[in-house]
């Protein structure tokens, strides 16, 4: 791998590792909201009908697949999202945004979105962003975890 190549992947270590225990502290102080909750009721918002299985939440959350299921019953047990049955398909269950769960949302996004532009987005111009963000999107689709 060259060396500049390792440096980039440091950098991005190091900006994940900095800035998630930040935003994530935040959230729980101004709202009560961890991150993870956070970024599954995101994804159940943005999801058809606001509801998704636990593989499809597992594709597209950034918790891992493995924790998906455990953060989601801490979700049912706050309120903010429910298991629904799947009709068509009995061993399986959606994840549901509850009424509540989409007001917790919408009251942690201008807290979330506040410390990604000051944290993150305010240190890079508009091109940086726009490479950043192509180059990850190109990483994501050749892991299989793209959108």
């Given at each position: 791998m060259p060396e500049d190549?390792?440096?980039t992947w440091g950098a991005l270590l190091k900006v994940h590792?900095?800035?998630?225990?930040?935003?994530?502290?935040?959230?729980?102080e101004a709202h009560g909201?961890?991150?993870t909750w956070?970024?599954?009721l995101l994804e159940l918002n943005a999801?058809?009908?606001r509801r998704l299985t636990m593989g499809q939440l597992g594709s597209v959350a950034a918790v891992s697949r493995t924790r998906v299921s455990r953060v989601v019953d801490e979700l049912v047990r706050a309120g903010l999202v429910a298991r629904d049955p799947n009709p068509d398909d009995g061993r399986s269950a959606f994840a549901a945004l509850t009424p509540a769960?989409?007001?917790a949302l919408r009251k942690a996004a201008p807290t979330?979105?506040?410390?990604v532009r000051r944290e993150?987005?305010?240190?890079?111009t508009v091109r940086e962003a726009d490479v950043l963000a192509s180059a990850l999107r190109k990483v994501l689709a050749a892991s299989g975890r793209e959108r």
């Open positions: 190549v390792a440096d590792a900095a800035l998630v225990p930040l935003l994530d502290r935040e959230l729980q909201l961890p991150l956070y970024d599954v999801a058809p009908e769960g989409r007001t979330y979105l506040a410390a993150f987005a305010d240190h890079l």
